[in-house]
Structures are given as structure tokens and as C-alpha cells.
């Protein structure tokens, strides 16, 4: 398994509620929601991004010219 790693995130009061509500009606902690929803995010990114231009934004992100 994955090395957990912990963050502090700092959300507006009216977010963070609308999250815990939505953890509590799928039984999940306000923490498993917020990783439930970012893994669905980035598995959405993964799926819209064509391979060509996630290697062009790594090499840019590494500081790297074409």
C-alpha cells in the first residue's frame, strides 16, 4: 500500500459542512470523502488528458524546454 500522507487543508466553514454532510449520508469520515472525491478528480483528469500533453506539462512542471 501507498505511504499516507497528511496535509492541513484550509476550507471556507460553508465547504467543509457541505462535506461533512455528504461523508456522513455515505458513511464515510469528512477525511475518506475528501480523498474519495480527489481520487475521482484526478481519475477524471487522468482520463481527459492525452498522453502527449501530460508529458509536455511534466517537462514543464520539471523546468524543462521543448
Known amino acids: 500500500m501507498a505511504e499516507r500522507r497528511a496535509i492541513l487543508l484550509r476550507i471556507d466553514g460553508d465547504l467543509h459542512e457541505a462535506i461533512r454532510t455528504w461523508a456522513e449520508r455515505e458513511m464515510r469520515s469528512v477525511n475518506g470523502q475528501i ?4 481520487r475521482q478528480a484526478v481519475r ?3 482520463s481527459e488528458v492525452k498522453p ?3 508529458k509536455a506539462r ?3 512542471a520539471d523546468g524543462e524546454t521543448a
Open 52 to 54: 502527449s500533453e501530460e
Open 35 to 38: 480523498e474519495y472525491l480527489l
Open 44 to 46: 477524471s483528469r487522468r
Open 58 to 60: 511534466r517537462r514543464s
